[in-house]
T-cell receptor, first 113, second 114 residues
Framework: EPEVTQTPSHQVTQMGQEVILRCVPI?????FYWYRQILGQKVEFLVS????????KSEIFDDQFSVERPDGSNFTLKIRSTKLEDSAMYFC???????????FGQGTRLTVV | AQSVTQPDIHITVSEGASLELRCNYS??????LFWYVQSPGQGLQLLLK??????LVQGIKGFEAEFKRSQSSFNLRKPSVHWSDAAEYFC????????????FGAGTILRVKS
């Protein structure tokens, strides 16, 4: 069964450092998303990406965040200068079309120290 | 305010007992509705979804959910819980007129006692 894969599963970084979280969406999917879940809180939408551009972003997704689809398979989330409050589980998801079910990766647990 | 509410933070049921997890939404239009499950250290797995049509939806692992427009609810049910059902359950909605993003409830942690 096709699945969304995320790497790494766990990353520890120092405050102020840049991190890149990687995702390989399902191959025939066209819409890509990042969500995050701070420990003990709701899963929150960060950004959606379609046709090589951001289609929607939340207020969380400020100038410190960026997304990229550098090739035909990877979808990355970059945090330029991490803060302690960026510590969270980050989930990548993809959908085949608009308003179809989202398939989630296993998540990357980011810890900023 | 527009929101998705899961009023129960924790629920404990005995193995073999029935289960109902509550979900309410407060949006003017009927959203698309989903239930996801997250086992410890795992990602989010879709249990079932409602877009339109029959308001009783069957999902994987023996789960079902019923959409009740009058109550703005989409409660998840299972007639007989297994120990492996212990996990966190998330209700989520998509409002098509506001894009494709999922809006999640806070989650309900299910504990199963033997």
């Amino acid at each position: 069964e096709p699945e969304v894969t995320q790497t790494p599963s766990h990353q520890v970084t120092q405050m102020g450092q840049e991190v890149i979280l990687r995702c390989v969406p399902i191959s025939n999917h066209l819409y890509f998303y990042w969500y995050r879940q701070i420990l003990g809180q709701k899963v929150e939408f960060l950004v959606s990406f379609y046709n090589n551009e951001i289609s929607e972003k939340s207020e969380i997704f400020d100038d410190q965040f960026s997304v990229e689809r550098p090739d035909g398979s990877n979808f990355t989330l970059k945090i330029r200068s991490t803060k302690l409050e960026d510590s969270a589980m980050y989930f990548c998801a993809s959908t085949q079309g608009e308003n179809t079910e989202a398939f989630f990766g296993q998540g990357t647990r980011l810890t900023v120290v | 305010a527009q929101s998705v509410t899961q009023p129960d933070i924790h629920i404990t049921v005995s193995e073999g007992a029935s289960l109902e997890l509550r979900c309410n939404y407060s949006y003017g239009a009927t959203p698309y509705l989903f239930w996801y499950v997250q086992s410890p250290g795992q990602g989010l797995q879709l249990l079932l979804k409602y877009f339109s049509g029959d308001t009783l939806v069957q999902g994987i692992k023996g789960f079902e959910a019923e959409f009740k427009r009058s109550q703005s609810s989409f409660n998840l049910r299972k007639p007989s819980v297994h120990w492996s059902d212990a996990a966190e359950y998330f209700c989520a909605v998509v409002l098509p007129e506001y894009g494709n993003k999922l809006v999640f409830g806070a989650g309900t942690i299910l504990r199963v006692k033997s």
